[in-house]
């Protein structure tokens, strides 16, 4: 079934799509609360930023485009339709379900991001084969039933590490342990241009091969960054009610993340801290944002308060430095 995502959906708007947003964070068991049947109302409001919390989104209490997709994603059940490969992807949280039996049973289906893409497929048909099934790279019933008679029994260890950690971690410890030649792409939706500028300079000036990506939205960032396969990406964006600074790497609804990036961030913070004051929030966050979600390589997003702007030289240096101190540990036990 085609699902038409509605318009932006606030407080004070009524009518159908209000209902079908209450019935959809309903079944996502973030609306129990809510008794405002097709009026978005506080409680309304309250649940769909309880929502955003729990899938790793923005958390603005407004249901936009972002936000009604994760909706529809977090309605799919492992089996509830046929997966395989499409343009544009299939996403969903069947999809996560059907990546973390993959990745349990050894196969390498790239990140855990419910996106149905090409590893994914390649890692369907690698188990449909050693299954003794037509290898199609479709997940029907057949394949969905294979899975569960070979998955988790009931006092059997937990799960090992998705197998594409476990790849992160090798191709981080086997990089070049300096920032020279190392590529990194910054970017930026706009309005940071400052920041970007200064941010090139100073990695630049450590020999990193700077590239820049302006005026792009998550997923273009992400598709252009993977294009170029650049060693790192580093986002920046502004929000105007923000009075501090948030740092966010890949962290799936279910857990997943990336460990470079949460390393990249961790080191980002207590320098941005110094800078901003002890009157300044500094935090860093798992979150499931497009580009972070989208990048095949350790990725952040540093998104900024407006008072934090006239400090974009100082930050620029920091970037750099931190940039560069995680070439030489780009993990925490490397």
């Not at 109302?41 to 955003?52: C, K, L, N, S, Y």
Request: hydrophobic letters at 40%.
């Amino acid at each position: 079934m085609v699902v038409v995502a509605p318009a932006v959906l606030r407080r004070g708007d009524r009518g159908p799509a209000v209902h079908d947003l209450q019935h959809r964070l309903a079944a996502a068991g973030s609306g129990g609360g809510v008794r405002e049947a097709g009026e978005f109302g506080p409680d309304t409001e309250e649940a769909v930023r309880a929502f955003q919390g729990a899938r790793g989104l923005r958390i603005d209490g407004v249901c936009g485009p972002q936000t009604w997709g994760s909706l529809v994603e977090s309605g799919y059940r492992l089996g509830d339709r046929l997966l395989y490969a499409h343009q544009p992807m299939l996403r969903g949280d069947d999809v996560s379900d059907l990546q973390r039996r993959l990745s349990a049973l050894g196969f390498n289906v790239g990140k855990v991001d419910g996106m149905f893409g090409p590893d994914t497929a390649q890692a369907l048909s690698q188990f449909q084969r050693a299954a003794g099934l037509a290898a199609d790279g479709i997940g029907g019933p057949a394949t969905v039933a294979a899975m569960a008679r070979l998955g988790k029994r009931d006092g059997a260890p937990d799960e090992p590490a998705p197998v594409a950690v476990i790849h992160e971690r090798e191709r981080l410890r086997r990089a070049p342990r300096e920032l020279a030649g190392r590529q990194v792409a910054l970017g930026q939706p706009g309005g940071l241009d400052a920041l970007i500028g200064a941010a090139t300079r100073a990695l630049s000036a450590r020999g990193a091969v700077v590239v820049p990506l302006p005026q792009l939205d998550g997923s273009e960032q992400a598709d252009a960054a993977n294009r170029l396969k650049v060693d790192v990406f580093i986002g920046f964006a502004l929000d105007p009610d923000r009075v501090g600074c948030e740092i966010a790497y890949w962290r799936s609804p279910q857990g997943h993340l990336s460990e470079g990036g949460r390393r990249l961030a961790s080191l980002m913070c207590e320098p941005f801290q110094a800078t901003m004051g002890d009157d300044t929030q500094v935090r860093e966050i798992g979150m499931a944002l497009p580009v972070l979600r989208e990048t095949r390589m350790p990725a952040v997003v540093c998104t900024f308060g407006p008072s934090v702007v006239p400090l974009g030289a100082t930050v620029a240096l920091q970037v750099a430095a931190g940039v560069e101190e995680w070439c030489a540990r780009p993990l925490d036990d490397a």
